[in-house]
């Protein structure tokens, strides 16, 4: 039953999210600021944990493809194929989730400790819209870390495969350009919009509604890291099931 | 003016505010006294209208908080200022930046006219050298008087502060009273103070209303204080020695 009742405060929440709207100049410094902390701060990770990761699926890829008969081109195919229908979108949501997630909460919640929240309430500031807006709005470029994430990971995987001597590059880039469909690149985004859509609110609503003191904060840090992956895991099924099932 | 009405608040099964009435004047520094847990803070932010009362109307100048629409409402609280226990400072802005903050979000006044604003009021508050400040990087005292400044830059009718004094030493605790007190006057506004200060009860409660477990107890001024045979009040205001030799000083000189 709280499950419920928080589900539906949640989307209570992002409704008022939209109401209210705070002076367009000075929503427009804080997207730029949250551009700046949640997009541009999080590239770091994600270039270098889309690097291993595609080096990875190409190791593994090769490893479990040792008949002779397959052609090695394969390899190139299976890494495009799994980093960017899979690692790019899915596995850096989970990454970003802890990282942009947790900062969310904790300073959404330190916010709510320290009584900032109660503060611009009092003043009459929508502070939904003030504080949960702009991080809405900063995550709609998310589809962008994520072409970069599909490429460095496609990177990684050459690299891997050509100097580890698991796929000659010619092969690997002859599998990258074979049987491509566009349409696996727009699935990619769609489902990087839903995920960012997931990391800006969750994180955002379990910040927003603790209770208690500091210790609170971290543990509110921690739902919201296990609430927005289960929520992405989920959604990720459906969105397969649907876009390409 | 404040009118408050027969409020009642509750929190699950805990029942914090039972039946509160009183009024808050204009112009005068009307205290809310009672120990921790009597349930002012409650009162305090179902005045400011944080918290809906299940029973009971709050009145501003003739106009009932929770019949007015959300966006009245906002208009409302854009008439309030209000002094957090913990300041409730913005961390990630300067000293300038915070109490600019209600004129940038709610006026269409230049950079200029809000500068000279935020200028004379950290001038009023005594705070000169600060403008370029975090708040983590000036004094507890500043910081109250920081807090003070955002409260008061829009010109609000009306004054809340929750134990603005708490955590200061003494020196300053009456300098943040006194200042308090001046802008009341200055400005003729509503002013609702929560404190569990003696000194602040004695120099500065033209009004005090008594919580006792969600109820009013007493009310009175600082005069009638002295006088009062209220025993839940006398035992929470005279609880100190020195306290108590005052008041059987007092009794005496009265007898």
């Known amino acids: 039953m709280n499950y419920i009742a928080a589900i539906g405060k949640y989307f209570i929440m992002v409704g008022e999210v939209f109401r209210k709207p705070t002076k ?17 701060g999080s590239m770091g990770i994600i270039i270098f944990i889309s690097f291993f990761i595609g080096g990875v699926v190409t190791i593994q890829t090769a490893l479990n493809l040792n008949s002779p008969l397959i052609p090695k081109s394969l390899i190139g195919f ?21 990282k942009v997630g947790s900062y ?9 400790v320290t009584e900032q929240i109660d503060a611009l309430e009092v003043m009459g500031v929508n502070s939904l819209n003030y504080l949960v807006f702009p991080k809405i709005i900063a995550m709609l470029f998310y589809p962008f870390a994520i072409a970069v994430a599909m490429y460095v990971g496609i990177f990684g995987g050459w690299i891997a495969g050509a100097f580890g001597g698991y796929a000659p590059s010619g092969e690997f880039i002859k599998g990258l350009q074979l049987d491509f469909i566009p349409f696996h690149i727009t699935y990619s985004f769609i489902k990087a919009l839903v995920f960012a859509f997931v990391i800006a609110t969750v994180p955002s609503f379990h910040g927003f509604y603790m209770k208690g003191g500091a210790l609170e904060v971290g543990k509110a840090s921690t739902t919201a890291f296990v609430w927005t992956s ?12 649907l876009l390409l099932g | 003016m404040i009118q408050v009405e027969n409020i009642h608040k509750s929190f699950g099964d805990a029942h914090i505010l039972k039946g509160i009435n009183t009024t808050f004047e204009k112009g005068k520094t009307n205290l809310v006294i009672g120990q921790s847990g009597s349930g002012k803070t409650v009162f305090l932010k179902s005045l400011l209208g944080l918290f ?20 009245e409402q906002r208009d ?31 006026t269409k006044q230049s950079i200029s006219e809000m500068q000279d604003r ?19 990087e000036i ?30 030493d003494p020196k300053t605790a009456i300098l943040i009273d006194n200042l308090i007190q001046e802008i009341t006057k200055e400005y003729n506004i509503t002013t609702v103070i929560n404190t569990h200060d003696m000194n602040s009860v004695m120099e500065i409660g033209e009004k005090i209303i008594f919580l006792k477990n969600g109820y009013k107890e007493w009310e009175g001024t600082n005069k009638e204080i002295f006088k009062t045979d209220n025993k839940a009040v006398t035992d929470f205001v005279y609880s100190s020695e020195l306290f108590k030799k005052v008041r059987q000083m007092y009794i005496e000189e009265r007898n």
């Not at chain 1, 427009?28 to 541009?40: A, F, M, P, R, V």
């Not at chain 1, 969310?104 to 709510?112: E, Q």
């Not at chain 2, 854009?78 to 940038?104: W, Y």
């Not at chain 2, 935020?118 to 983590?136: C, E, G, M, Q, T």
């Open chain 1, 78 to 98: 299976a890494t495009r194929q799994s980093v960017i229908l899979e690692f790019a979108p899915t596995f850096c949501s989970i990454i970003m989730a802890g």
């Open chain 1, 104 to 112: 969310i909460t904790s300073s959404i919640g330190t916010m709510r």
């Open chain 2, 76 to 106: 409302l609280r854009q008439q309030m200022g209000m002094v957090f226990q913990g300041s409730a400072l913005f961390d990630s802005m300067t000293v300038e930046q915070n109490v600019m903050f209600p004129m940038d979000m709610f």
């Open chain 2, 118 to 136: 935020v200028d004379f009021v950290l001038k009023r508050v005594n705070l000169i050298d600060a403008h370029k400040k975090y708040p983590s």
């Open chain 2, 52 to 71: 809906e009362p299940e029973q009971g109307k709050i009145c501003y100048n003739g106009e009932y908080y929770w019949d007015l629409t959300t966006a």
């Open chain 1, 230 to 241: 289960v929520v992405i895991i989920i959604l990720n099924y459906i969105i397969t099931q």
């Open chain 2, 139 to 168: 004094s507890g005292g500043m910081q109250k008087r920081v807090a003070i400044a955002r409260a008061i830059v829009m010109n609000p009718k009306y004054l809340f502060c929750d134990e603005p004094n708490s955590g200061l």
């Open chain 1, 24 to 40: 367009w100049r000075i929503m427009k410094s804080l997207i730029l600021k949250e551009i700046d902390e949640l997009i541009y």
